[in-house]
């Protein structure tokens, strides 16, 4: 008899609080990734299991793996062993729809799985969860639908193959094979648990407390008949932040005792707002942020504002003891969004020696952001409403492996 997952608690001490709705640091410092490593039960993601990637996908890592942006899975060795078996996997991630564009936290998981898709040449299904927006920004159903469509729009300029990606809103999918699994989920799920795993409270509506199974069940293929029929033993890859690490890990508790495999994990650190590392962007503070519909003048403004410097006071004191970089923002930034390896450690050796301004790291930062949004929105621009419609058809994909 498989060993039960160990579902643990929502984080939620003194010092920190890490939930899906919820991201507040430590007195408001840094997050403690190694303290949320224990608490969840994950496992880090180390040095083989990177190199393994690279040698199973005849490329390069991206390098989301080589920085520790994604830090942490569940099971991905197992992947990896099943890929090297010839066996089949599938991607799935997700956006819940609250806003009307993107920022750059938001495009961080479909980067990075955009990376995965072309590395291991899987299949991916993205859910949007408008129906969870709805319940949990207060938002009317319409509305909730609409911005579904226009974060598709952000998702698909990002580059993923139609022969192989079903994105699916939970208002428009719902129904058959999938609500079948999420009544089977739900029916192992007690009351006291899910309190246990999300923190919900008697002021949380009925609709909080039953959304849950909603987010589990993309992790298993016969919620996708269209895609998977007949093979219901196929492998599930999530790649999400890991402050979504609690629905799945009550999926992993559920899965086995359902019948279906555990979906595996690679979970990513938070995007660090501008105004300094105190856990995750906010739409709702659109200076804590870099949107993708913004202009080089909105970029350039935001940058050299708002982002958060660890340069001294002062010149000379800048030029005695240089930056620090545990703090400093715009070169957090750089080592999310600048390719070049050689250029980001001379930038670290020469702007933490003080031989670097921070004047100096903002406008390379301008011009390497300035570049991405502005291919970014290049490639949005072309997206239609009928290839929205195309990506969102419910039909076989008989290409989606070769």
Known sequence: MEKR??????????EQVVNPWEVSPKDDGKIDYNKLIDKFGCQRLDDSLIQRVQRLTNRPAHV??????????????DILDA???????????????SSEALHLGHL???????????????PL???????????WKNLSVEESQRLARENAKDIIACGFDVSKTFIFSDFDYFGGAFYKNMVKVAKCVTYNKVVGIFGFTGEDHIGKVSFPPVQAVPSFPSSFPHMFSGNDNILC?????IDQDPYFRMTRDVAPRIGYHKPALIESSFFPALQGENGKMSASDPNSAIYVTDSAKEIKNKINRYA????????????QYGANLEVDIPFKYLGFFLDDDAELQRIREEYGSGRMLTGEVKKRLTEVLTDLVERHRRARSLVTDEMVDAFMAIRPLPNMFN
Request: hydrophobic content about 35%.
């Open 108 to 122: 961080i998981p479909f980067m990075f799985t955009k990376y995965l898709q072309d590395a291991f040449k899987v």
């Open 64 to 77: 989301f793996l080589c920085r520790g942006v994604f830090f942490a899975h569940r099971d991905f060795n």
């Open 83 to 97: 890929y090297e078996k010839r066996q089949k996997f599938y991607l799935y991630t997700g956006r819940g729809p």
């Open 125 to 135: 299904v993205i859910q949007l969860t408008d129906d969870e927006k709805c319940m």
């Open 308 to 319: 958060f410097s660890g340069g001294q006071d002062s010149i000379e004191l800048h030029r």
């Open 5 to 14: 997952e160990e579902v643990k608690e929502v984080v939620e001490e003194e």
């Open 237 to 241: 890859l999530i790649p999400c932040a």
